[in-house]
Nanobody, 114 residues
Framework: QVRVAQSGGGSVQSGGSLRLSCAASGSTAMIFAMGWYRQTPGKQRDLVASITSRGDTTYSDFVKGRFTISRVGADTVSLQMNSLRPDDTAVYYC?????????WGQGTQVTVSA
């Protein structure tokens, strides 16, 4: 079993920055990637950014150049969010991926005001 704990987030004005952190614990040996997703009411959960155990990163088009995902430790990743816009407002979820199963964090609200 893998536990995923998120921290960070909150409220900021447009143009501001926030940082999210995610730490996986438990049976983490087989985690091959960790990533951040976001969801707004009534919509599907979309990929924001991900990073593999080798350090390969993927970003969605709507955050390229503004957000940076990094590995802080073996099972900890962060998401630095700069130049935030009101349409970045969402609940952000961290996911730790193993071959046979994904594990999700509890979700963190990010609110960007105009």
């Amino acid at each position: 079993q893998v536990r995923v704990a998120q921290s960070g987030g909150g409220s900021v004005q447009s143009g501001g920055s926030l940082r999210l952190s995610c730490a996986a614990s438990g049976s983490t040996a087989m985690i091959f990637a960790m990533g951040w997703y976001r969801q707004t009411p009534g919509k599907q959960r979309d990929l924001v950014a991900s990073i593999t155990s080798r350090g390969d990163t993927t970003y969605s088009d709507f955050v390229k150049g503004r957000f940076t995902i990094s590995r802080v430790g073996a099972d900890t990743v962060s998401l630095q969010m700069n130049s935030l816009r009101p349409d970045d407002t969402a609940v952000y979820y961290c996911k730790a991926s193993q071959v046979i199963r994904d594990f999700w964090g509890q979700g963190t609200q990010v609110t960007v005001s105009a």
